[in-house]
């Protein structure tokens, strides 16, 4: 079972990235994906939520900005993230999850600065 997690970098504030998270060796579309985020000396906290039905949940820090999102054919789930701001600045895990199954990524690095 492999995720992989791409997309990270370097954005001004109110900038924009697409977060990608390519899943490999698991029934994608049977999985709830989380992306969930790591910042320098803060425990992981979860960001949004999308559902085997498709549906949407989002913590408070990304009501209105962030969007996620899954494409079932092609393995993939999204995280399309809008008006970034400086503390949005850490690394990006997506985590698959069925039953007591579940895996993560390996993070990617977002950075907000101008």
């Known amino acids: 079972v492999q995720l992989v997690e791409s997309g990270g970098g370097l954005v001004q504030p109110g900038g924009s990235l697409r977060l990608s998270c390519a899943a490999a060796?698991?029934?994608?579309?049977?999985?709830?994906i989380t992306w969930h985020r790591q910042a320098p000396g803060k425990q992981r906290e979860l960001v949004a939520t999308i559902t085997t039905d498709g549906n949407t949940d989002y913590t408070d820090s990304a009501k209105g900005r962030f969007t996620i999102s899954r494409d079932n054919a092609k393995n993939t789930a999204y995280l399309q993230m809008n008006s970034l701001k400086p503390e949005d600045t850490a690394v990006y895990y997506c985590?698959?999850?069925?039953?007591?199954?579940?895996?993560w990524g390996q993070g990617t690095q977002v950075t907000v600065s101008s």
């Open positions: 060796g698991i029934s994608f579309s049977t999985y709830v």
């Open positions: 985590n698959a999850k069925k039953f007591q199954l579940t895996y």
